[in-house]
């Protein structure tokens, strides 16, 4: 299976670095590497077009600061398209990968690609787990949101997290998914034990 060769890849980081926010560690280019590597191996796993799914990746949540019109997806995939033209890819690779972005939020489309499920699968695996909770309590750092009750990390656990597995497009995320989840379901027991 071909993939994207060392080169290629710094390339890409290179011309994203900048665009992703060093103030939110939830989605900085950490994340973007994280939902590659899931990416990568669920794409080994099903049979898909891993480049797409890299690039995709890499590229998914530059538009996060974009402007206010549009979702974050539609601006990543606007800025996407043009770092991939800079960098010579092919129309054809550069439609899969829009395609992509742009469906890995629900809040713009539903994924149809099997690329772009793919990536929509990657992104959420990185929501659950240690990495997850990691991610979830950094994220109420920097919107200055509490720990429990109303518009909180509990919250957004309860009424985000909890429902991803129900979207998941894949098996093989499903897979991962299900252990990360359930030691996100302890912590949380946890943390509720030690409260009272
Ligand atoms: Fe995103
Ligand atoms: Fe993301």
Same mark, same amino acid.
């Given at each position: !299976?071909?993939?994207?060769? /060392?080169?290629?890849?710094?390339?890409? $980081?290179?011309?994203?670095?900048?665009?992703?926010? *060093?103030?939110?560690?939830?989605?900085?280019?950490?994340?973007?590497?994280? $939902? *590659?590597?899931?990416?990568?191996?669920?794409? $080994?796993?099903?049979n898909?077009?891993? #480049?797409?799914?890299?690039?995709?990746a /890499? /590229?998914?949540?530059i538009?996060?600061?974009?402007? $206010?019109?549009?979702?974050?997806a539609?601006?990543?995939?606007?800025? =996407?398209?043009?770092?991939l033209?800079?960098?010579?890819?092919?129309?054809?690779?550069?439609?899969?990968?829009?395609?992509?972005?742009? =469906?890995?939020? *629900?809040?713009?489309?539903?994924?149809?690609?099997?690329? =772009?499920? #793919?990536?929509?699968?990657?992104?959420?695996?990185?929501?659950?787990?240690?990495? &997850?909770?990691a991610r979830?309590?950094?994220?109420? &750092?920097?919107?200055?949101?509490?720990? @429990?009750?109303?518009?909180?990390?509990?919250?957004?656990?309860?009424? *985000? #997290?909890?429902?991803?597995?129900?979207?998941?497009?894949?098996?093989?995320?499903?897979?991962?998914?299900?252990?990360?989840?359930?030691? !996100?379901?302890? @912590?949380?027991?946890? #943390?509720?034990?030690? !409260?009272?």
């Open positions: !299976m071909e993939t994207l060769s /060392l080169e290629k890849t710094q390339e890409i $980081v290179q011309a994203v670095q900048g665009l992703y926010a *060093r103030k939110d560690p939830a989605h900085d280019l950490e994340h973007a590497l994280r $939902v *590659r590597s899931w990416g990568q191996k669920i794409a $080994v796993e099903e898909a077009n891993i #480049i797409v799914i890299e690039l995709a /890499l /590229l998914h949540d538009g996060r600061s974009g402007t $206010v019109e549009k979702t974050h539609e601006s990543s995939a606007g800025l =996407a398209e043009t770092i033209q800079k960098n010579g890819y092919s129309q054809e690779i550069i439609l899969q990968v829009k395609e992509a972005v742009i =469906a890995h939020s *629900r809040e713009t489309c539903e994924p149809q690609s099997l690329e =772009a499920k #793919i990536l929509y699968d990657a992104d959420k695996l990185d929501y659950v787990g240690a990495v &997850g909770i979830l309590f950094s994220l109420a &750092g920097s919107l200055g949101i509490p720990l @429990f009750g109303e518009n909180s990390c509990e919250s957004f656990y309860h009424e *985000r #997290i909890k429902k991803y597995e129900q979207y998941l497009n894949t098996d093989s995320a499903k897979r991962y998914f299900r252990p990360l989840f359930s030691y !996100m379901e302890d @912590f949380w027991i946890q #943390i509720k034990k030690q !409260m009272t």
